[in-house]
């Protein structure tokens, strides 16, 4: 897959909203962030907007991320916020423009369903790591990551590496693959739209929020009877945070789940990498080749995200 240009001083990121509504004040701390960096920073113009749970308009929305898509002076596309709504405006993204112009485009959680867009009909990698409304927040170390991730072609070692609590299903034996994934449930939601690339030779990694163990389930399922799973080279598990059985009901608890599913891959899968809605969200470079490492527990990419 394509490695798009690296970021350097003077480049412009455009910020979009495709999907849930933002807050001004954290768009201002993302920003100055940023602009703290080295970088100029361009607003889409809509990005205020709101229509309910979403930032406005589905045209709106559309017309931002297509705009920024095509500016050449932009350099990189970073996702205001998760949230939902990306999936609506889906048909009508402009995937040759960034066929024909690779640029970086980042952010996670809803953000997922553009991630396997891009990677199906565009070819170039994509960074999964905090929306902008995040960035300010996160610890110094991550920001680091984020900016050496979009700077430089191969980071430091400590960048490249993901540390796993353990092993959850699988042998011991090391394997490689470009690391693919995102939000489990907007996987969920890609099986049959022409969005999801295929998964076949992948480090797959999913993490999740609030979801409860029997719709994990459902989940899972319906990504295996679709045939999405299907030659997995292996899975990285980041956090599934708040995903706990629902109170006096009887579900099966969240590992049992995981383990029913992944055990007969037969493909070496690890869990709890410090990335997805928990209190650290580590970039993951999707689209880059790694090693996962089960007897260690680590994943290290072999490759950076940019040029």
């Known amino acids: 897959m394509i490695a798009p240009p690296r970021l350097r001083p003077g480049n412009t990121i455009g910020v979009v909203a495709p999907s849930g509504p933002v807050q001004r004040g954290a768009i201002a701390l993302g920003a100055r962030f940023l602009e703290r960096a080295g970088f100029r920073v361009k607003l889409a113009r809509h990005l205020f907007d709101r229509r309910g749970h979403l930032a406005g308009e589905d045209g709106a929305r559309l017309a931002d991320l297509n705009r920024m898509l095509a500016d050449p002076d932009v350099r990189c ?16 993204v402009d995937w040759g423009a960034v066929r024909r112009d690779p640029k970086i485009f980042a952010g996670f959680s809803d953000a997922t369903f ?7 009909h565009a070819g170039v990698r994509t960074l999964h790591g905090p929306n ?42 090391a394997t490689e693959g470009r690391v693919l994934g995102g939000n489990l449930t ?20 999913l993490e999740e929020i609030n979801e409860p163990p029997y719709k994990i389930d459902g989940m899972l399922c319906h990504l295996r009877l679709a045939g ?16 706990v059985p629902r109170p006096r009901r009887r579900e099966l ?26 209190k650290r969200n580590v970039p993951l470079a999707l689209g880059a080749r790694a090693v996962l490492d089960p007897r260690r527990g680590i994943l290290r990419y072999e490759e950076g995200l940019v040029s």
Do not use: N
Not at 187 to 202: C, E, M, Q
Not at 262 to 278: I, N, Q, S, T, Y
């Open 132 to 173: 902008l409304q995040g960035l300010s927040l996160r610890r110094g170390g991550e920001g680091r990551r984020w900016l050496a991730w979009v700077t430089e072609p191969r980071p430091a070692e400590d960048v490249r590496t993901l540390h796993a609590r353990g092993r959850i299903a699988g042998g011991a034996a």
């Open 114 to 120: 553009l991630h396997l867009g891009i990677a199906r």
């Open 186 to 205: 907007l996987l969920h939601y890609a099986v049959g739209t022409g969005i999801l690339p295929s998964l076949r030779g992948a480090i797959l990694f």
């Open 228 to 243: 999405a799973l299907s030659g997995l080279g292996g899975v990285a598990l980041g956090g599934f945070t708040k995903c």
């Open 253 to 278: 608890p969240l590992r049992a789940v995981l383990e029913d599913h992944l055990r007969p891959l037969r493909v070496p899968a690890v869990r709890g990498l410090p990335a997805g809605h928990g």
């Open 77 to 92: 596309v970073l996702m205001a916020r998760g949230g939902f709504g990306a999936m609506r405006i889906a048909p009508g």
